[in-house]
């Protein structure tokens, strides 16, 4: 069995095992005693803004395997040397200052936790019912991926690891791992961050459904990929403050528009 195929299904073990925590420790009780013709109401309720956010990863798989690499060719220029000329080698310096222990957990935080809050959370929207969480997630999805789409095409900024030629943490930790990790994204599509705005976008939505438990396992969640993104030397500053003020940006749009 391939080192892929065997990290693959690690991945899925532990989503697993936190799909299972999640039911226990996230979800309340009176949702086990919905009916499944209740549970299809809710369903069907909740379908648009679920197709809203298939429809979302779909285009973006689309974009990420077809059209960046057609429209990157076309454009013939890497942004990321304007962005380094300005930073500097700030977060290239934490490259050079790894440590073992935090290298694991970080990598860990961005590849295994954050995309089990990226399934998780809409799956709890829907079955507790919570249609504002449910409409900001996907609506916010929706804006923030708009807004976001033209940088990744016509600006593309190459990441940290890449730029100076060093080894990739989440390579080295999990090997073969960009082989996968790339067909989701592109070493371009970096500015604005994607990561830092789901994971303010996701801790938002989760937020307004008022329970604390899954709240502040969003809030750590949010501040882990964050700080992954920079200690693992992926995203430059500019791309997590771009990100950052994307998502909030969208949340205050929301928020006026979007009532119970």
């Known amino acids: 069995m391939r080192i892929i195929e065997i990290w693959l299904i690690v991945l899925g073990l532990i989503n697993l095992l ?20 209740e549970f299809y109401q809710i369903f069907k309720k909740h379908l648009p803004y679920l197709l809203i956010i298939f429809g979302v990863v779909f285009f973006h798989l689309l974009e990420v395997n077809i059209i960046d690499p057609v429209v990157t060719e076309w454009v013939g220029v890497d942004f990321a040397d304007n962005i380094q000329s300005i930073e500097g080698d700030a977060v290239f310096w934490f490259s050079q200052h790894w440590t073992p222990v935090l290298v694991y957990f970080f990598v860990f935080m961005y590849i295994a936790v954050y995309p089990f809050t990226l399934w998780f959370s809409p799956l709890y929207f829907l079955l507790v019912d919570e249609k504002k969480s449910m409409k900001t997630l996907t609506y916010g999805l929706l804006l923030i991926y708009i807004v976001a789409l ?43 961050s994607l990561h830092v705005a789901m994971t303010i976008l996701i801790a938002w939505s989760v937020y307004l459904t008022g329970n604390k438990k899954l709240t502040y396992f969003t809030l750590f969640c949010m501040i882990s ?7 693992l030397a992926i995203h430059w500053i500019t791309d997590i403050l771009s990100g950052a003020l994307l998502a909030i940006a969208v949340i205050f749009i929301l928020n006026r528009f979007i009532k119970e």
């Open 18 to 37: 936190l799909f299972v925590i999640g039911l226990v420790v996230f979800i309340p009780r009176k949702v086990y005693k919905t009916t499944i013709t």
């Open 150 to 192: 033209p940088f990744y095409l016509f600006i593309p900024v190459t990441n940290v690891y890449r730029y100076y030629g060093i080894e990739s943490a989440l390579e080295n930790v999990v090997p073969t791992v960009e082989s996968f990790f790339y067909s989701t994204t592109t070493q371009n599509n970096c500015l604005p």
């Open 225 to 231: 990929v964050i700080v992954s993104v920079i200690y």
